[in-house]
């Protein structure tokens, strides 16, 4: 059986160390940090499923993106520089993105498999085209083209 996501990022980490690459080390860090406090989250402690592992550090890299421009804004480029840096290194474990293309054929499947005309139905055509993305398209991508496509309709 292979290792768990979360597996890999610890030897990943030890990687790191040894190497003593430290922007690389220190986000490994804090992504195990932040599987760890999901894991804790709630009644009970509980092991997380690689796919909400993924979950947690499309979060992160969320994160990661929202800083670096906020950073860009600001006109902060040396701590934008680390923020995408970090970011380099989450995305390395999440799946590859869908392209434009890719989401809008998503979307119209799923406006087609629920039957939605208009925007009452947004959150049934949501939940069927988020089953689908899994992790692979940032939500609010997503909510905007449904709601795009549905108003439309």
């Known amino acids: 059986m292979s290792e768990s996501l979360k597996a890999t990022i610890q030897h990943d980490l030890h990687d790191a160390m040894r190497a003593r690459d430290q922007v690389r080390s220190a986000t490994l860090r804090m992504a195990l940090a932040a599987v760890t406090t999901e894991e804790v989250a709630g009644d009970t402690a509980r092991e997380l499923t690689d796919a909400e592992t993924l979950k947690v550090l499309a ?51 799923a406006i087609a498999a629920t039957g939605a005309t208009g925007m009452a139905q947004m959150g049934q055509v949501m939940k069927v085209a988020q089953a689908e993305v899994a992790g692979r398209a940032d939500g609010g991508a997503v909510a905007a083209l449904v709601r795009g496509r549905l108003s439309q309709a």
């Open 59 to 109: 979060k992160e890299a969320k994160k990661r993106k929202e800083s670096a421009q906020a950073y860009h804004d600001a006109g902060r480029a040396e701590l934008a520089e680390r923020e995408e840096a970090e970011l380099a290194v989450i995305e390395a474990y999440l799946p590859e993105q869908l392209d434009e293309a890719e989401l809008t054929s998503i979307v119209d499947r």
